[in-house]
């Protein structure tokens, strides 16, 4: 057993979908979470800048005393995963191998579609996760940098909904029957997603599967937290304490009481 939490990082508030599924599937475990609020969204940015905000944030959870991290951002995964493990002494779970797993899983047709960041589409990460684990499988890319704007500002209306069917077009052109939701801000718009595609398309979100993919994680390498207890959550950001707190009690639906603001120039300083 390991009392240690465990720590989630994000660009901003959408990993708070992967730590949601994680507090309900390990309830009795503890984590820290770290938005990266100053310099959300990673998505546009070039794979190095990412490559290094991403090493900066959770070499920071390391030092904090965190047992295993999971880096709850597809961008920062597409561009950093392999860099992180490399480099931190603990366990780095990232949110694109238990999706593409999934997928080819549910697919019928070996057809699988992804919608994603641009950063994320860019690196050609799901393609090749999916193609490694089947070779035959065709898989169609969408980036789609209109949705985490709209979802962070709230807007649940016409456009959004306008922007969800344009970016699914393509994939239904090639008759996809199933697709990778690749951005954790996307569970929070699954209903407009599941109005888009209908019943007979299966939908693979990212919070899910990163969640037993961390609960197994830590089974396998025997450091669970004692089951008995009731877990806890400690947050932290490095923009506006007041804002992540609007924005995360709207993605977790409970109340955030104390949120912690990290420094940028703190972040770099102890990442050198």
Do not use: W
């Not at 999971?70 to 493990?85: F, H």
């Not at 641009?118 to 065709?138: I, P």
């Not at 490095?238 to 912690?260: D, H, K, N, Y």
Request: glycine content about 10%; charged content about 25%.
């Amino acid at each position: 057993m390991d009392g240690r939490p465990i720590g989630i990082f994000d660009s901003g508030a959408g990993g708070l979908t992967v730590l949601h599924e994680c507090i309900v599937t390990m309830p009795h475990e503890d984590f820290v979470y770290l938005g990266d609020g100053a310099r959300c969204p990673y998505g546009p940015r070039p794979a190095g800048e990412i490559q290094r905000f991403a090493l900066e944030v959770a070499s920071h959870l390391e030092r904090g005393g965190v047992k295993l991290i999971v880096a709850a951002c597809n961008s920062a995964t597409a561009a950093a995963l392999p860099l992180l493990q490399e480099k931190l002494a603990v366990p780095v779970v990232g949110v694109l191998t238990p999706e593409a797993h999934a997928a080819v899983q549910a697919t019928r047709n070996r057809r699988i579609g992804v919608l994603a960041t641009e950063a994320t589409v860019e690196s050609g990460r799901y393609a090749n996760a999916v193609q490694t684990l089947d070779a035959g499988a065709a898989v169609v890319s969408v980036a789609c940098p209109k949705l985490v704007p709209m979802i962070e500002s709230g807007t649940v209306d016409g456009a959004l909904h306008a922007a969800v069917r344009e970016y699914a077009a393509p994939l239904k052109e090639v008759a996809v029957d199933t697709v990778i939701l690749g951005c954790t801000h996307y569970p929070l718009i699954r209903p407009v997603f599941e109005r888009v595609f209908g019943r007979r398309t299966t939908l693979i979100f990212s919070a899910e599967e990163t969640a037993r993919e961390v609960a197994e994680t830590l089974e396998r390498k025997g450091i669970e937290n004692e089951r008995s207890r009731e877990g806890a959550t400690t947050f932290f950001t490095t923009g506006s304490p007041e804002e992540f707190r609007a924005l995360g009690e709207r993605f977790l639906q409970l109340p955030i009481g104390s949120v912690e603001r990290v420094g940028i120039r703190e972040l770099e300083l102890e990442a050198a």
